[in-house]
């Protein structure tokens, strides 16, 4: 059984460019978890989204971040017009439900550098 | 509000030493508390959990156990070995809402 995978493990943009990271979950898993973590942080959770529905984006910046997970393939997230700040990591988590207490199994994340 | 507070890194350790790294966390209810592993270059893995107080976590040695009454979640290991190199991140999932709340990470190195 597959972990959760992300691709690509490394992104490299340049200012202003697009950057689309993407989120196979678990299979069986239909709750999708986006986190980021800055240099010398903790993660910060970002998004989270069931099949075609956002549940809570509470941690996604107001401008340039979107996400999705649609009924069919993986969850993306969307940075656009890139900056140097958006250099970070981006770990996306799945698991079976959304409860408390629910475990979320964490992929090896995409590492975004800004140029 | 919710929050993790973990003790600064990095920590440097000889093979068998005993490992303590401090956490502590402000939650309203009754969180469960989590300690997970980062590998160099991988992704987060779950140690150990506790659901409720006084409950102890344990896996591969490592051991934490939930105090309510200090609000402390502390991380121990009696000998860690080079392997154990990492960082560990001690974090909350409350009661209500959906999200992980996560400390600052404490970077383990284990020299031989």
């Known amino acids: 059984n597959a972990g959760v995978m992300q691709n690509p493990r490394h992104l490299v943009r340049r200012r202003g460019q697009e950057a689309r990271l993407r989120c196979s979950p678990m299979?069986?898993?239909?709750?999708v978890y986006w986190y980021r973590q800055l240099p010398e942080e903790g993660l910060k959770f970002m998004v989270y989204l069931q099949k075609e529905n956002i549940i809570d984006e509470s941690g996604m910046p107001k401008e340039r971040f979107s996400a999705e997970f649609p009924k069919e393939g993986p969850s993306i997230l969307r940075i656009q017009q890139v900056v140097r700040g958006d250099s970070a990591a981006y770990f996306c988590a799945s698991s079976p439900r959304g409860l408390a207490v629910n475990i979320q199994y964490f992929g090896a994340g995409t590492r975004l550098s800004v140029l | 509000g919710n929050s993790v507070t973990q003790m600064e890194g990095p920590v440097t350790l000889s093979e068998e030493a005993f490992l303590t790294i401090n956490c502590t966390y402000t939650a309203t209810g009754y969180p469960s508390l989590f300690w997970y592993v980062q590998y160099p270059g991988e992704g987060l893995q779950l140690l150990l959990k506790a659901t409720k107080a006084d409950d102890k976590g344990s896996n591969k040695g490592f051991e934490a156990t939930y105090r309510k009454e200090t609000t402390s979640f502390h991380l121990e290991k009696g000998s860690v070995q080079v392997s154990d190199s990492a960082v560990y991140f001690c974090a909350l999932y409350p009661n209500t809402g959906n999200q992980f709340y996560f400390g600052t990470g404490t970077s383990l190195t284990v020299i031989p």
């Open positions: 299979k069986g898993h239909s709750h």
